[in-house]
């Protein structure tokens, strides 16, 4: 299972572009990388999942370079309800998320 | 249309005691997954479940821990004899057959064992 680095914490201000960066060099052909986001005292909920390239949804974009062993979440125009840590988890396909290996996250802090 | 929904939010035992954590999954869900969080940790999977059904229980402790999705009813994780380190957040996650957009989680249930 692969291993992901991330930065422990980030602070951004209202209205910026936020860009998280995971590293994940061990990344295996068939896995996908996916995002979660938690609020305290709540569960993690899925952002984002990609394979290759570029994922967007109405949340967020994840950019995934053509070697794969990093990914970076981009949060568009932030506000102070995105403050929340954000995990970056690698695993064997869509259907075996409960493998996922879950690390600390990225504590992001939304400053007025 | 309820997400996923678990009971209690919070839950004080005392140690020897038994703790039963409720999980309803999302209306349309069949798969039902646990996880515990300890302070200053990752999420750790516990136990995937169907009805009825224990799918891959590989990351339960041997001992103490149980888990059970009948036929009718929520799913029940169930920790006999409960010890200071089972304190934890412990999350319920549910997903339709294919998984494709990852898991719905509930809120937790925060286990305090004094």
């Given at each position: 299972?692969?291993?992901?680095t991330?930065?422990?914490s980030?602070d951004?201000y209202?209205?910026?572009?936020?860009?998280i960066?995971c590293?994940h060099?061990?990344?295996a052909?068939n896995?996908y990388?996916?995002?979660?986001?938690?609020?305290?005292?709540?569960?993690?909920?899925?952002?984002?999942?990609?394979?290759?390239?570029?994922v967007?949804n109405?949340?967020a974009?994840l950019?995934?370079?053509?070697?794969?062993?990093?990914?970076?979440?981009?949060?568009?125009?932030?506000?102070?309800?995105?403050?929340?840590v954000?995990?970056?988890?690698?695993g064997?396909g869509?259907?075996?998320?409960?493998?996922?290996?879950?690390?600390?996250?990225t504590?992001l802090a939304?400053?007025p | 249309?309820?997400g996923?929904?678990?009971?209690?939010r919070?839950?004080?035992?005392?140690?020897?005691?038994e703790?039963r954590?409720?999980?309803?999954p999302m209306?349309?869900?069949?798969?039902?997954y646990?996880y515990?969080?300890?302070?200053?940790?990752?999420?750790?999977?516990?136990v995937?479940?169907?009805?009825?059904n224990?799918?891959?229980?590989?990351?339960m402790p041997?001992?103490?821990f149980?888990?059970?999705f009948?036929?009718?009813?929520?799913?029940?994780l169930?920790?006999?004899?409960?010890?200071r380190?089972d304190?934890?957040?412990?999350?319920?996650?549910s997903?339709?057959?294919?998984?494709?957009?990852?898991?719905?989680f509930?809120s937790?249930?925060?286990?305090?064992?004094?």
């Amino acid at each position: 299972l692969a291993k992901t680095t991330q930065p422990i914490s980030m602070d951004s201000y209202e209205g910026q572009e936020v860009n998280i960066t995971c590293s994940h060099n061990n990344i295996a052909t068939n896995d996908y990388i996916t995002w979660y986001q938690q609020f305290p005292s709540q569960g993690p909920r899925f952002i984002i999942q990609g394979y290759k390239t570029k994922v967007t949804n109405e949340v967020a974009s994840l950019f995934i370079p053509a070697d794969r062993k990093s990914s970076t979440l981009s949060l568009p125009r932030v506000s102070l309800s995105d403050t929340a840590v954000y995990y970056c988890l690698v695993g064997e396909g869509a259907g075996n998320n409960r493998k996922l290996i879950w690390g600390l996250g990225t504590s992001l802090a939304v400053n007025p | 249309n309820a997400g996923v929904m678990q009971n209690p939010r919070h839950l004080v035992r005392r140690r020897g005691q038994e703790a039963r954590l409720r999980c309803s999954p999302m209306k349309g869900h069949s798969h039902v997954y646990w996880y515990r969080q300890l302070p200053e940790e990752g999420l750790k999977f516990m136990v995937y479940l169907q009805k009825e059904n224990i799918i891959d229980e590989s990351g339960m402790p041997k001992e103490r821990f149980s888990a059970e999705f009948p036929k009718e009813g929520p799913s029940i994780l169930r920790i006999q004899q409960v010890v200071r380190g089972d304190s934890a957040a412990y999350f319920c996650a549910s997903s339709p057959e294919t998984a494709i957009y990852g898991y719905t989680f509930g809120s937790g249930t925060r286990l305090t064992v004094v």
